[in-house]
T-cell receptor, first 112, second 117 residues
Framework: DAKTTQPNSMESNEEEPVHLPCNHS???????IHWYRQLPSQGPEYVIH???SNVNNRMASLAIAEDRKSSTLILHRATLRDAAVYYC?????????????FGKGTLLTVNP | GAVVSQHPSWVICKSGTSVKIECRSL??????MFWYRQFPKQSLMLMAT?????????EQGVEKDKFLINHASLTLSTLTVTSAHPEDSSFYIC?????????????FGPGTRLTVL
């Protein structure tokens, strides 16, 4: 799977928007961009995923660059419950290999 | 969303004993489940892919005789850590893929914290 690069940590204030970047310069045309997050001492939780177009759901928005070499996860109004490690993962849609390869992710701290 | 449970949530055992961890998909059928291990301050490391009715596929470096995986039904996969030692102490997390999902989402369990004394 192609590799992703994320900042080790980011800090935000409560009720402010947060933009979490992810670089994936070696992404292939069939790689989906997935975002998961992991709260302390819990299993990861699906956030959002996309291929080429920007995506929105109740949790977040995903903005994908036109060349697909980077993407940004947007939390519109951060809350204390959004403090977690956020993982950006590429998964190839071809074949039957559905496994996810987790990198180090970005530790998001939300200040009250 | 779909729910995945794990049991137990934590376990403490003596060195040399075996420990079984269950992973259940509660409201969907999972033809494929995954087992991860996570050490403190580190990311998740995939251990194996478990397919219902067939042998698990282990990642490189994971001892299949030590970490026995059984996926006997569409809602249950088990991981047995045999002859556990202190270095096996870790946070074990399973995930399940809902075969009906076209969006290819994995649902994760809450994790099992294993401490080997």
């Amino acid at each position: 799977d192609a590799k992703t690069t994320q900042p080790n940590s980011m800090e935000s204030n409560e009720e402010e928007p947060v933009h979490l970047p992810c670089n994936h310069s070696t992404i292939s045309g069939t790689d989906y961009i997935h975002w998961y997050r992991q709260l302390p001492s819990q299993g990861p939780e699906y956030v959002i995923h996309g291929l080429t177009s920007n995506v929105n759901n109740r949790m977040a928005s995903l903005a994908i660059a036109e060349d697909r070499k980077s993407s940004t996860l947007i939390l519109h109004r951060a809350t204390l419950r959004d403090a977690a490690v956020y993982y950006c993962i590429l998964r190839n849609s071809g074949g039957s290999n559905y496994k996810l390869t987790f990198g180090k992710g970005t530790l998001l701290t939300v200040n009250p | 969303g779909a729910v995945v449970s794990q049991h137990p949530s934590w376990v403490i055992c003596k060195s040399g004993t075996s420990v079984k961890i269950e992973c259940r998909s509660l409201d969907f059928q999972a033809t494929t489940m995954f087992w991860y291990r996570q050490f403190p301050k580190q990311s998740l490391m995939l251990m194996a892919t478990s397919n219902e009715g067939s042998k698990a596929t282990y990642e490189q470096g994971v001892e299949k005789d030590k970490f026995l995986i059984n996926h006997a039904s569409l809602t249950l996969s088990t991981l047995t850590v045999t002859s556990a030692h202190p270095e096996d102490s870790s946070f074990y997390i399973c995930s399940a893929r809902d075969w009906r999902e076209r969006r290819d989402t994995q649902y994760f369990g809450p994790g099992t914290r294993l401490t080997v004394l």
